[in-house]
C-alpha cells in the first residue's frame, strides 16, 4: 500500500496560533490558541501576537500531534501560512516551519491565508465525505481583513471577481460593536444580541459602489455619528436598545454583501455557492446564503464554526493539494503581509 501523505499545517498571520495534521485529506486534529491579550486593547496589538505566537506555536504543535496520533517522523510534508497578514506574526509561523522542515528533512509549502480559507471546504471529517463544492463556484470570503467575491475555477485558480474598497465586512462589525461597548472581536457578540433583536428598528443608508465592488466604511461611520447623536438626547440610549443596534446593523451588513454576490451569481451563472472567513460563522449571513440557495436553486456550502475563523486545518488541507502538485518552497522563502490569491 502506498505511503499515506500526512501534512502538518501551521497558521499565525493574525492572533490565532493554530497546528492542523491532515492525512489524505482528512483532519485527524486542529489545534488552535486563541490570544485573550488583545481584548484590552479593543483590537490585535501587532506587537503582542508575534510574542504570544512564539510562546503558543510549540505546545500547540504538541498537541495537534499527539491528538492526532502521528509521530514526527509520519509527517510528509509542513505547510505554512506565508501572508497576507500581520508580518511579525507570520514571521513566527514561517519560522517554526523553516527550522521543522529542515530539522525533520521533509518538504517545505508556503500557504496563501485567502487561499486557505476557500480551500476550508475541501477538508475531510471522514474518508467517505464528499460534500464538497464543484468548480467553478462563487465564494464569498468575508473576514476582519478581507470581503471578496472570489470565482474559484480550481484548486489554485482563483479571480477575485469583487473586493472591498475600504474596511472589511468583519471590520465593520468589530467597529460597530466597539461603538456600543462590546469587547473585541465584537462580530459574534453582535451575533449574539442581534437573535434577541428586530432588524427593521433602525436603518443605515447603503454605499453606491460600482460593479461588484465593497465599502463599509462609510456604514461604520454612519453608525457612530447615529449612536452619539441618540446619546446625546438619552443617555441610556445604547443600553436600552443594544439588541434592536445589533440586529439592524448585522441585517446592514448582510444586506449590502447578499447584493452584490448575487449580481455575482447572475453574471458568472454558477450553480455552487459558498461563504468562508470569519464573519461566515454569522447565523444571520449563514441562514441568509441558505435561503438564497432554496429560492435560486444553488447548492450552498457553509463551512462548520471550526473552519470559518483562522485555523491550521485549511492551511494544512491547502498543503495538500500543494503537495500532490509537488510545489514546494526552499529555505530562503520569506512571509509576505501583503500576497495576492
Ligand atoms: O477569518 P478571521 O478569523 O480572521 C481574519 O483573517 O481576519 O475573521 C475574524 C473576523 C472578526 O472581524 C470577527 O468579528 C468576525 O470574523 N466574526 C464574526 C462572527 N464570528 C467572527 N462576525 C460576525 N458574526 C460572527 N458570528
Ligand atoms: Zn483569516
Given at each position: 500500500m502506498d505511503k499515506k501523505v500526512t501534512i502538518l499545517g501551521i497558521e499565525s498571520s493574525c492572533d490565532d496560533t493554530s497546528a492542523a495534521i491532515i492525512q489524505d485529506g482528512v483532519l485527524l486534529s486542529n489545534e488552535i490558541a486563541n490570544q485573550e491579550v488583545h481584548k484590552a486593547y479593543g483590537g490585535v496589538v501587532p506587537e503582542l501576537a508575534s510574542r504570544a505566537h512564539q510562546?503558543?506555536?510549540?505546545?500547540?504543535?504538541?498537541?495537534?500531534?499527539?491528538?492526532?496520533?502521528?509521530?514526527?517522523?509520519?509527517?510528509?510534508?509542513?505547510?505554512?501560512?506565508?501572508g497576507p497578514g500581520l508580518l511579525g506574526s507570520l514571521l513566527v509561523g514561517t519560522s517554526f516551519a523553516k527550522g521543522f522542515a529542515l530539522v525533520n528533512n521533509i518538504p517545505l509549502i508556503e500557504v496563501n491565508h485567502l487561499q486557505a480559507h476557500v480551500l476550508a471546504h475541501f477538508i475531510k471529517g471522514n474518508i467517505a465525505d464528499n460534500e464538497q463544492p464543484k468548480f467553478p463556484f462563487l465564494c464569498l470570503l468575508v473576514s476582519g481583513g478581507h470581503s471578496q467575491i472570489i470565482l474559484v475555477k480550481d484548486y489554485f485558480d482563483m479571480k477575485i471577481i469583487g473586493q472591498t474598497i475600504?474596511?472589511?465586512?468583519?471590520?465593520?462589525?468589530?467597529k460597530c460593536a466597539k461603538t456600543i461597548g462590546l469587547t473585541y472581536p465584537g462580530g459574534p457578540l453582535i451575533d449574539k444580541f442581534a437573535k434577541e433583536g428586530n432588524y427593521n428598528a433602525f436603518t443605515f443608508t447603503r454605499p453606491r459602489i460600482?460593479?461588484?465592488?465593497?465599502s463599509f466604511s462609510g456604514l461604520k461611520t454612519a453608525f457612530l455619528?447615529?449612536?452619539?447623536?441618540?446619546?446625546?438626547?438619552?443617555?441610556d440610549f445604547i443600553k436600552k436598545n443594544k439588541n434592536d443596534l445589533c440586529a439592524s446593523i448585522q441585517?446592514?451588513?448582510?444586506?449590502?454583501?447578499?447584493?452584490?454576490?448575487?449580481?455575482?451569481?447572475?453574471?458568472?451563472?454558477?450553480?455552487?455557492?459558498?461563504?468562508?472567513g470569519g464573519v461566515s460563522a454569522n447565523s444571520g449571513l449563514r441562514a441568509a446564503i441558505t435561503e438564497l440557495a432554496k429560492e435560486e436553486n444553488l447548492n450552498a456550502f457553509i463551512p462548520e464554526f471550526k473552519y470559518t475563523t483562522d485555523n491550521a486545518a485549511m492551511v494544512a488541507i491547502t498543503g495538500y493539494h500543494?503537495?500532490?502538485?509537488?510545489?514546494?518552497?526552499?529555505?530562503?522563502?520569506?512571509?509576505?503581509?501583503?500576497?495576492p490569491i
Amino acid at each position: 500500500m502506498d505511503k499515506k501523505v500526512t501534512i502538518l499545517g501551521i497558521e499565525s498571520s493574525c492572533d490565532d496560533t493554530s497546528a492542523a495534521i491532515i492525512q489524505d485529506g482528512v483532519l485527524l486534529s486542529n489545534e488552535i490558541a486563541n490570544q485573550e491579550v488583545h481584548k484590552a486593547y479593543g483590537g490585535v496589538v501587532p506587537e503582542l501576537a508575534s510574542r504570544a505566537h512564539q510562546q503558543n506555536v510549540i505546545p500547540v504543535v504538541d498537541r495537534a500531534l499527539k491528538l492526532a496520533n502521528v509521530k514526527k517522523t509520519d509527517i510528509s510534508a509542513i505547510a505554512f501560512t506565508r501572508g497576507p497578514g500581520l508580518l511579525g506574526s507570520l514571521l513566527v509561523g514561517t519560522s517554526f516551519a523553516k527550522g521543522f522542515a529542515l530539522v525533520n528533512n521533509i518538504p517545505l509549502i508556503e500557504v496563501n491565508h485567502l487561499q486557505a480559507h476557500v480551500l476550508a471546504h475541501f477538508i475531510k471529517g471522514n474518508i467517505a465525505d464528499n460534500e464538497q463544492p464543484k468548480f467553478p463556484f462563487l465564494c464569498l470570503l468575508v473576514s476582519g481583513g478581507h470581503s471578496q467575491i472570489i470565482l474559484v475555477k480550481d484548486y489554485f485558480d482563483m479571480k477575485i471577481i469583487g473586493q472591498t474598497i475600504d474596511d472589511a465586512a468583519g471590520e465593520a462589525f468589530d467597529k460597530c460593536a466597539k461603538t456600543i461597548g462590546l469587547t473585541y472581536p465584537g462580530g459574534p457578540l453582535i451575533d449574539k444580541f442581534a437573535k434577541e433583536g428586530n432588524y427593521n428598528a433602525f436603518t443605515f443608508t447603503r454605499p453606491r459602489i460600482k460593479e461588484l465592488d465593497y465599502s463599509f466604511s462609510g456604514l461604520k461611520t454612519a453608525f457612530l455619528y447615529f449612536v452619539r447623536d441618540r446619546i446625546k438626547e438619552d443617555v441610556d440610549f445604547i443600553k436600552k436598545n443594544k439588541n434592536d443596534l445589533c440586529a439592524s446593523i448585522q441585517f446592514t451588513i448582510i444586506d449590502i454583501l447578499l447584493k452584490k454576490f448575487k449580481l455575482a451569481i447572475k453574471q458568472t451563472g454558477v450553480k455552487d455557492i459558498a461563504i468562508a472567513g470569519g464573519v461566515s460563522a454569522n447565523s444571520g449571513l449563514r441562514a441568509a446564503i441558505t435561503e438564497l440557495a432554496k429560492e435560486e436553486n444553488l447548492n450552498a456550502f457553509i463551512p462548520e464554526f471550526k473552519y470559518t475563523t483562522d485555523n491550521a486545518a485549511m492551511v494544512a488541507i491547502t498543503g495538500y493539494h500543494k503537495y500532490l502538485k509537488g510545489e514546494f518552497v526552499g529555505q530562503d522563502v520569506t512571509p509576505m503581509a501583503r500576497m495576492p490569491i
